[in-house]
């Protein structure tokens, strides 16, 4: 299993960043991809998932309304379209999979596949 993310970079108060995490090394049809973020001197958290089972998609509260997650099977990547973005959403951010089978979709724990991490940084 090998994950790709890449996107990050350096953007104002209010602007926008679309992620991108592409996935290689397995059938990931029963797999959810996850978007996870650790910022200095935090815990990673989850920012939000797509489970490719049933298509469905979670959002922590602190990115709803302004982050979007969608998947492009053909090129087997899935995209966190961040917008309105806030100096609180700067952090490194790591796409991940595995089949969740707790339902717990934003819980970090609960994925064993990772990618590397890419830096997200909002000035104010």
């Known amino acids: 299993v090998q994950l790709q993310a890449c996107g990050g970079g350096l953007v104002q108060h209010g602007g926008f960043l679309r992620l991108s995490c592409t996935a290689s090394g397995f059938t990931w049809d029963v797999y959810a991809i996850g978007w996870f973020r650790q910022a200095p001197g935090k815990e990673r958290e989850g920012v939000s998932c797509?489970?490719?089972?049933?298509?469905?998609?979670y959002y922590a509260d602190s990115v709803k309304g302004r982050f979007t997650i969608s998947r492009d099977n053909a090129k087997n990547t899935v995209y966190l379209q961040m917008n309105s973005l806030k100096p609180e959403d700067t952090a490194v951010y790591y796409c991940a999979t595995d089949i969740v089978y707790s339902g717990s979709y934003l819980d970090p724990y609960e994925y064993d596949y990772w990618g590397q991490g890419t830096q997200v940084t909002v000035s104010s």
């Open positions: 797509i489970d490719h089972s049933d298509g469905r998609t």
